[in-house]
């Protein structure tokens, strides 16, 4: 989901996308360690790099704001 919310973002927004999942990597790393944390990069790239029906961008973004208000923002 969040590689697909790099893709469906402008060109200008692209890299504080990238940085808000590099946040959630690093939490990933602090609470479930580095192999958890480097899966979910490793989809990340997979997600920003792979083709896919943008149709679904609406339901991404909505998707990453929820999961970044639940653990990004405390």
Avoid at 5 to 28: F, G, H, P
Avoid at 34 to 56: I, M, Q, V
Wanted: charged fraction near 20%.
């Amino acid at each position: 989901m969040a590689g697909q919310v790099v893709e469906c973002s402008a060109d200008t927004d692209k890299q504080d996308q990238i940085s808000r999942a590099m946040e959630l990597a690093n939490q990933i790393a602090i609470h479930f360690g580095l192999k958890a944390a480097f899966t979910f990069a490793g989809a990340l790239g997979y997600g920003s790099g792979h083709p896919f029906d943008k149709a679904g961008c609406g339901q991404a973004i909505d998707g990453w704001k929820q999961i970044q208000a639940k653990y990004l923002n405390k």
